[in-house]
């Protein structure tokens, strides 16, 4: 591998990583790890909990990387990820009461009510409705990449995507105790 892990072409990383070269390893990971802690942090509630989760996946996923044929490494890690933090949520089978910030310049920005609303209303979703919203809407996956990292059809992930919606928008509706949503 190239002294310069940033500049190495991701399929160099993987063959690099299959040799057993913990860089490149090192380098998918940070390459990765961002993006994958949002989702799980948005799927699970907890930055404690995103954190082992993402943990988790990365151990899952160095296990398995030889099954990673052709694909990007971060899409297809990511699925791994979401099917990590689905199983969790299964394990719980219970709503998640998402922390509040009460410090810093969040809990002093006018939006911060709304964003609070709307993680509170997240948690309470359904865990496929929940996935869908986060990876197309919150992460800005295309409907045909949540389909892929979902395991689903693109028309269900469609049928899915619209149904969560209403729901969200159903949920805030009722903790906000309004109609203007």
């Not at 057993?20 to 390459?31: I, V």
């Not at 969790?88 to 998640?96: D, K, L, T």
Request: hydrophobic content about 40%.
């Amino acid at each position: 591998m190239a002294d310069d892990a940033s500049t190495v072409d991701e399929h160099e990383l993987i063959a690099a990583a299959l040799k057993g070269d913990d860089r490149a390893r090192e380098e998918l990971a940070r390459r990765a790890r961002a993006r994958a802690y949002r989702v799980a942090f948005r799927l699970l509630g907890s930055s404690e909990d995103a954190r082992d989760a993402v943990q988790e996946a990365f151990l899952k996923a160095f296990r398995h990387l030889k099954s990673l044929r052709g694909e990007r490494f971060e899409p297809w890690f990511t699925k791994i990820v979401v099917n990590v933090c689905l199983d969790e949520r299964r394990r719980r089978r219970r709503a998640i009461l998402l922390p509040l910030e009460t410090d810093g310049p969040a809990s002093r920005d006018a939006d911060f009510a709304l964003r609070n609303l709307v993680r509170r209303a997240l948690a309470l979703l359904p865990d496929r409705y929940r996935a869908v919203l986060v990876l197309r809407d919150v992460e800005g996956y295309s409907t045909r990449e949540t389909a892929e990292l979902l395991g689903l059809e693109e028309g269900t992930t469609r049928v899915l995507l619209l149904r969560a919606r209403r729901r969200l928008a159903d949920t805030l509706r009722e903790l906000d105790g309004s109609e203007h949503l």
